[in-house]
């Protein structure tokens, strides 16, 4: 079945580094892809998405690419903030049901 | 943007009790409305995808007499945690598909239930 793999976490940065968190997918079709964003206590906002194969994701700093080729949606940014903390959640919607899995999720910590 | 507003955000009750949570798409109409569940430090995982009007549909092993989920109007779904366990203690997020169409989905800010 269709299923979302992440880096494992926790992953600890200090401010202003550069970030990358893995993300892999298995779909068949072509499945629409998002990051979300869950701060602690909260619900999941949507950080960015990609519907199709080289499209770019990008929003707040941060940018993913759809590569269809390596079923990849790594999420990247150029230099994060404390503020960045949270946890980050890589996410396909099938391209036949009206469903959205999530992978496991990676905790980002960044220090000062 | 669209607003889903998921009530209460933390509610605590006593074994055997029942607990209802409220979804609402507070500027959009939702037809499709998702119920999570997400374990501590886990992902999410979908429970049952709730449709207006019918009959909501639940994922595998999860009990559809103990998690009862109505979606009675366009913008209201409501989980209903029956006689609740503390195995039953989780956060429960929802979603909503709609305001905007196409691929947005909006959560709600999550409600955590605890079982004593």
């Known amino acids: 079945g269709n299923s979302v793999t992440q880096m494992e976490g926790p992953v600890t940065l200090s401010e202003e580094a550069f970030l990358t968190i893995n993300c892999t997918y298995t779909?068949?079709?072509?499945?629409?892809l998002f990051w979300y964003v869950q701060y602690p206590g909260e619900g999941l906002q949507l950080l960015l998405k990609?519907?199709?194969?080289?499209d770019k994701g990008s929003n707040k700093g941060f940018e993913a690419t759809y590569r269809k080729e390596t079923t990849s949606f790594h999420l990247e940014k150029g230099s994060v903030q404390v503020s960045d903390s949270a946890v980050y959640f890589c996410a396909l919607r099938e391209t036949s049901y009206d469903k959205v899995i999530f992978g496991p999720g990676t905790s980002l910590s960044v220090i000062p | 943007g669209a607003v889903v507003s998921q009530h209460p955000s933390r509610v605590i009750c006593k074994s055997g009790t029942s607990v209802k949570i409220e979804c609402r798409s507070l500027d959009f109409q939702a037809t499709t409305m998702f119920w999570y569940r997400q374990f501590p430090k886990q992902s999410l995982m979908l429970m049952a995808t709730s449709n207006e009007g019918s009959k909501a549909t639940y994922e595998q092993g999860v009990e559809k007499d103990k998690f009862l989920i109505n979606h009675a109007s366009l913008t209201l779904s409501t989980l209903t945690v029956t006689s609740a366990h503390p195995e039953d203690s989780s956060f429960y997020i929802c979603?909503?598909?709609?305001?905007?169409?196409?691929?947005?989905?909006?959560f709600g800010s999550g409600t955590r239930l605890t079982v004593v």
């Open positions: 779909a068949t079709g072509y499945p629409s």
């Open positions: 979603s909503a598909r709609g305001g905007g169409g196409g691929y947005g989905y909006t």
């Open positions: 990609a519907t199709k194969a080289d």
